[in-house]
């Protein structure tokens, strides 16, 4: 059984840049494509952030939403990683990494496995 582990989290001064780490514990791990999606506080709703194709590393974000995120995955650590470049107030959330074994959608609901998150909470 694959487990998926969020790390990295925490309280960061907005401006500042952040790194958050997701692994796959268990094996085998194969997935299509691993994704990052955050859950603001006070809504039930799990927001895509964007994803990335495990064998090719292509990936795939909702318009703009590349201009301050950028992922990467390691195949060899089992591991993907989704960088903040400049942390604003609003990106106060939890976050979570999610793999689906058979593609890559902005749906929440196509993900076959999901860490339990990961909480950042930023300070101006």
């Known amino acids: 059984q694959v487990r998926l582990v969020e790390t990295g989290g925490g309280s960061v001064q907005a401006g500042a840049s952040l790194t958050l780490s997701c692994a796959a514990a268990g094996s085998p791990f194969r997935p299509y494509a691993m994704a990052w999606f955050r859950q603001r506080p006070g809504t039930r709703v799990r927001t895509f952030i964007g994803?990335?194709?495990?064998?090719?590393?292509?990936?795939y974000f909702p318009d703009f939403m590349d201009r301050n995120f950028a992922i990467s995955r390691d195949t060899a650590k089992n591991m993907v990683s989704l960088r903040l470049k400049i942390v604003e107030a609003d990106d106060t959330a939890v976050y979570y990494c999610?793999?689906?074994?058979?593609?890559?959608?902005?749906?929440?609901?196509?993900?076959?496995?999901w860490g339990q998150g990961t909480q950042v909470t930023v300070s101006s």
């Open positions: 999610a793999a689906s074994y058979d593609r890559a959608t902005a749906n929440w609901n196509d993900y076959d496995l």
């Open positions: 994803a990335i194709s495990w064998m090719e590393g292509r990936t």
